[in-house]
């Protein structure tokens, strides 16, 4: 019998197929051949509404059954993990039910469309928690190995007091205006628009690369194109619906120990594919990132002689830099993807040593509180809006 065979298993359902789904299947395939997992993640079942894609979906993704109810799929006995990369408004009654039928839950990001959904998230996740059941939002950006160096860089005090955090988040595919009105502009399905989908991640980076929480915000939102196409086949009538999220968000804020950052997010930069760029200022030096060039960490010496003194490219592909140990030699780079990957390792060797994995739901639902402040400064002349204390 094989090493791999012989291990415990670790059943997983997951609900929800489009892009993320695709993304969340390939890490459960991939990260058991990466690293060494404590437990064999076993891919038992996928759940979707539509009998035939979901089967023809679990096929191409690798699971082993199909199910159109989500139901179903918490109800096996043979899954122990839910992963649900559903739309925003399906998170909090899936999470819950899951939690509370004992099963572990990996939650795509933003955690819930509102703070009143993520915070009885948190209340069931740590009744959970207390009988050794997990659960994990998806802030996948986390692990990039550049951006997990980033990270230890900060705290090893290497850029010294953080004073400044330039964040942004672009792409352009609603640029065009006759881009269909899809459940991503819809508020009942998406809770917001750009904010929630890409805002939600740089806040979550700004505060896992500082190691600081947002204490307020002053922001503004705008939906530029206010009408749609309604999804349909193409050569029919086409009827169109109402945007109901923003487009667009920009948001200035304060870090605990006093740091100055801002935020955009936004769907309109033509050009910008999926450019997210992270620069961290502190009295020693700085840090930036960009997610198009993701294996590279840019570092800048304040302290070093101004002769010579410059941003430093780190190639962070050495076997000691945050999990490269599984992968290539060095210099040999690693792409989009592997953060998911990485996302699974994690998780499934919390679940085997019995320690509640990060980010945590309250971890997703502080950055809920900040996503709602932008918005209630947004709708109130960009005011100055304090973000609630996580309770202690
Ligand atoms: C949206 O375009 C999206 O797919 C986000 O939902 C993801 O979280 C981001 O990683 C890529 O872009």
Not at 74 to 91: A, E, K, W
């Amino acid at each position: 019998m094989d090493q791999q065979a012989a291990q415990p298993t670790l059943g997983v359902g997951m609900i929800g197929y489009a892009f993320m789904g695709a993304a969340h299947s390939q890490a459960w395939r991939t990260a058991p051949r990466v690293f060494d997992l404590p437990l064999q993640p076993r891919m038992v079942a996928l759940a979707g509404r539509d009998a035939a894609a979901v089967r023809s979906a679990a096929r191409r993704h690798g699971w082993m059954a199909a199910e159109t109810d989500w139901h179903d799929l918490i109800s096996r006995p043979d899954v122990q993990l839910v992963d649900i990369c559903t739309p925003g408004d399906l998170h909090a009654e899936i999470a819950i039910a899951a939690l509370d039928a004992g099963q572990h839950v990996l939650c795509e990001k933003p955690l819930a469309n509102t703070v009143e959904e993520a915070e009885a998230m948190v209340a069931a996740a740590t009744m959970a928690s207390a009988r050794g059941v997990r659960s994990m939002v998806g802030f996948n950006y986390r692990r990039v190995p550049a951006i997990a160096l980033g990270r230890q860089v900060v705290a090893d005090g290497r850029i010294g007091a953080v004073r400044h955090v330039r964040a942004s988040y672009l792409q352009d595919w609603l640029v065009d205006p006759s881009f269909p009105l899809t459940w991503r502009l819809r508020r009942e399905h998406a809770g917001s628009g750009a904010l929630g989908d890409l805002g939600a991640h740089i806040v979550d980076l700004a505060q896992y690369l500082t190691g600081e929480l947002i204490v307020g915000v002053s922001g503004a939102t705008a939906t530029f194109v206010g009408e749609r196409p309604l999804p349909g086949p193409a050569g029919h009538e086409q009827r169109s619906g109402a945007v109901t999220v923003d487009d667009a968000a920009l948001f200035t804020a304060r870090l605990g120990s006093g740091a100055l950052a801002s935020f955009e997010a936004t769907r309109f930069a033509a050009g910008r594919k999926n450019a997210l760029r992270m620069e961290i200022n502190g009295d020693r030096g700085s840090l930036t990132f960009d997610l198009e060039r993701l294996n590279e960490l840019q570092f800048y010496d304040h302290t070093d002689d101004a002769m010579t003194a410059g941003f430093r490219r780190v190639l962070v592909t050495e076997p000691g830099h945050p999990y490269l140990s599984g992968w290539w030699p060095p210099g040999h780079v690693l792409g989009w993807d592997v953060a998911f990957t990485h996302q699974v390792r994690d998780l499934v060797t919390a679940i085997a040593e019995g320690t509640d994995p990060r980010p945590s739901f309250a971890d997703g639902l502080q950055v809920q509180r900040v996503l709602a402040a932008v918005c209630r400064s947004a709708a109130n002349e960009s005011r100055w809006t304090p973000v609630p204390p996580p309770a202690s």
